[in-house]
């Protein structure tokens, strides 16, 4: 079988990333096709008592088991399924249950920091980065948590001043220099949606005739 194919998507939190990802599913819904997320990846702290989980910095590479993220990737495109960790963030750590994902065709990765670790990189056929405006991620930001997530507008605006952007600065951003493709504005921006799509479309059709 030939290998599949490996999209990988990231931008800074509220960047529109997962409407990006989503796009890209839902535009090749008809193919095999499988989203694969670095959220469900970070590391279990069961070791840990709850009140030193509480300190987990969630935007730092250090944050995510990326051995695992990387063995379950490898695992998919050699076509054998996973069964994908989940993550309790009431706990702060790695959840008992698993989500079982069968390989597919195309494997769309996503999350934050997917291109700082070069050996996720070296995994990914089309490297896709989301660039957004800090302004507007912190308004999304905000309208999400506090419209989702039942938080309260200073505690919003605390982490994200805190911890949020300067992480993002320090290690989200700087990774835009390793994509193939960099989408302003995120999921508004349907003309770079559309040129991604279709060179995308077009990786896929060589692949096929390969």
Same mark, same amino acid.
Do not use: N
């Given at each position: 079988? +030939?290998?599949?194919?490996?999209? /990988?998507? %990231? /931008? /800074?939190? /509220?960047s529109g +990333? !997962? %409407?990006?990802?989503? %796009? &890209? *599913?839902?535009? *090749?819904?008809?193919?095999?096709?499988?989203?694969?997320?670095? #959220?469900y990846y970070y590391k279990d702290q069961s070791h840990l008592p709850f009140e030193e989980r509480l300190k987990t910095n969630? #935007?730092?590479p250090f944050a995510f088991d990326n051995d695992r993220f990387i063995s379950d990737?490898?695992?998919?495109?050699?076509?054998?399924?996973?069964?994908?960790? =989940?993550?309790? $963030?009431?706990?702060? !750590?790695r959840s008992d249950q698993t989500i079982h994902r069968e390989p597919k065709e195309v494997i769309i990765v996503e999350g934050i920091l997917i291109l700082e670790d070069e050996r996720l990189r070296e995994l990914m056929d089309i490297k =896709? $980065? =989301?660039? %957004?405006?800090?302004?507007?991620? &912190?308004?999304?930001? &905000?309208?999400r948590d506090i419209e989702e997530r039942g938080r309260t507008l200073d505690s919003v605006i605390q982490q994200y001043l805190?911890?949020? +952007?300067?992480?993002?600065?320090?290690f989200v951003e700087p990774t835009k220099k390793f994509a193939d493709i960099i989408i302003p504005e995120g999921g508004k921006n349907q003309v770079a949606i559309d040129l991604m799509t279709t060179k995308i479309a077009s990786i896929l059709s060589e692949s096929n005739k390969a």
């Open positions: 079988m +030939k290998r599949p194919i490996v999209i /990988g998507v %990231t /931008g /800074g939190s /509220g +990333k !997962t %409407t990006v990802s989503r %796009t &890209i *599913f839902e535009k *090749f819904s008809d193919l095999s096709i499988l989203l694969l997320e670095q #959220d969630y #935007d730092h990737l490898e695992s998919l495109i050699a076509y054998k399924s996973i069964d994908q960790p =989940v993550y309790d $963030y009431a706990k702060h !750590t =896709v $980065y =989301v660039d %957004t405006d800090d302004d507007i991620r &912190i308004i999304r930001r &905000i309208k805190s911890v949020v +952007k300067p992480m993002h600065h320090q």
